[in-house]
Structure formats: structure tokens, C-alpha cells
């Protein structure tokens, strides 16, 4: 089935911009949603279809997708943004699948 | 307001199974697919399988085929995933969560731990 890799951690400095990836054969081809997960809670969709956003999350969270990598950036980065993110897709075989997950550590 | 209420906690034994439910509110229950994701203790998110409510079409992850059913009850409005022969790897937080008409996961129920342990 299909693979997406994420790197299990990144951190970056208050007002900077974080960028996490998810890479994926061709998953430039493909939609990929990004879920942000806070400690014990449930997910929550931060952008969906590579790069729009649902009502009520803010600019600062941007995506993109091309060739074999999609990523998701937070700019202006804010301690409350420090959570897990996880990429999803949907693959040609029906299945949907999560990356890994990255963990966002705010210094 | 969208709301998807889980059945709560469970202990099982290696060997026996476990339904949990997924009562659904506030939206028109046969309008959106029903997804099943699992998270271990301290692991990332896992796919399990999703229904389409509207008619009853199913979708199994290939790890878990033969081992899951998803079945719902649209006059309860209430979605089901039932997993059998636990071992101590099932172990996990069980979410059922709504699909979206863009095709993402938007609204999630609060989610049902379910211990498997001898």
C-alpha cells in the first residue's frame, strides 16, 4: 500500500515559520489534507486538497504539493501551535493513509 | 452542532472482540461517510475503514480485513466498528469521524480506548 514519510520531529523559534513534509510517490498527483492533533485530543483538520483551509484556522497555516514531497508550513509560529501534524491521502486502491505524524516542539 | 458521541471504555482479553459505537447529531446522518481510525498509546493515526451511510458500501484497510465490520443503523443514526481476535496490540484510542464533501475527516467523535489485556 502506499507510504507517506513524514520526519518524526521539527522545532523551530517563536515567530518563525515551521515546515513539515510528507513524501509520497507522486504524491504530487494526489489531494493531501493535514490534521493537527493536540495532546489528548481528538484531530483536527488544518488544510485539506493540498493547500485550503476550513473556516476558523488561521492564514498562518499554509500547504503545498508537488513532485514527491507535500508540506505543510506555519508561519509566525506560536506556542500553542506545538502538537502533533499528520499528512493523509486517499490512494488509488480505495485506502486512505496517514503519514507518520511530526511532532512540533515550539522553543 | 455536528456531534459524534462514542461508546465509552472497554476491557477485553486477548482473543474476544469489541463493538463500539458512533451515534451521530446534527446533520443528515445518510449525507456523509463514516470513517474508523485507531491510535495506539504514544503511536501515530491508522485507518481502519469507512461506510457510506447513504447504502451501506464499505471500504476495509487491508490490515484489517477479516478481522473488522463496519456496519450502521440510519435509524439510530449510529455507525459500528467491530473488531475481532484482539491481541494486545489493538490496544488503542478508536475514533470514528465524519467525511467531509471535500474529502476530509471533519468532525471526529471524542474517542473510545479500548485495552486489550489478559
Known amino acids: 500500500s502506499y507510504v507517506l514519510t513524514q520526519p518524526p520531529s521539527v522545532s523551530v523559534a517563536p515567530g518563525q515559520t515551521a515546515r513539515i513534509t510528507c513524501r509520497g510517490n507522486?504524491?504530487?498527483?494526489?489531494?493531501v489534507h493535514w490534521y493537527q492533533q493536540k495532546a489528548g485530543q481528538a484531530p483536527v483538520v488544518v488544510v485539506y486538497?493540498?493547500?485550503d483551509r476550513p473556516s476558523g484556522i488561521p492564514e498562518r497555516f499554509s500547504g503545498s504539493n508537488s513532485g514527491n514531497t507535500a508540506t505543510l508550513s506555519i508561519s509566525r509560529v506560536e506556542a500553542g501551535d506545538e502538537a502533533d501534524y499528520y499528512c493523509q491521502e486517499w490512494d488509488n486502491s480505495g485506502d486512505h493513509v496517514f503519514g507518520g505524524g511530526t511532532k512540533l516542539t515550539v522553543l | 452542532q455536528v456531534q459524534l458521541v462514542q461508546s465509552g471504555a472497554e476491557v477485553r482479553k486477548p482473543g474476544a472482540s469489541v463493538k463500539v459505537s458512533c451515534k451521530a447529531s446534527g446533520y443528515t446522518f445518510s449525507d456523509h461517510a463514516m470513517h474508523w481510525v485507531r491510535q495506539a498509546p504514544g503511536q501515530g493515526l491508522e485507518w481502519m475503514g469507512w461506510?457510506?451511510?447513504?447504502?451501506?458500501?464499505?471500504k476495509y484497510s487491508t490490515k484489517f480485513q477479516g478481522r473488522v465490520t463496519i456496519t450502521r443503523d440510519t435509524s439510530a443514526s449510529t455507525v459500528y466498528m467491530e473488531l475481532r481476535t484482539l491481541r494486545s496490540e489493538d490496544t488503542a484510542v478508536y475514533y470514528c469521524?465524519?467525511?467531509?464533501?471535500?474529502?476530509?475527516?471533519?468532525?471526529w467523535g471524542q474517542g473510545t480506548l479500548v485495552t486489550v489485556s489478559s
Open positions: 469521524a465524519r467525511y467531509s464533501s471535500d474529502w476530509y475527516l471533519d468532525f
Open positions: 486538497d493540498d493547500r
Open positions: 461506510i457510506i451511510t447513504r447504502n451501506g458500501d464499505i
Open positions: 507522486n504524491i504530487g498527483s494526489r489531494s
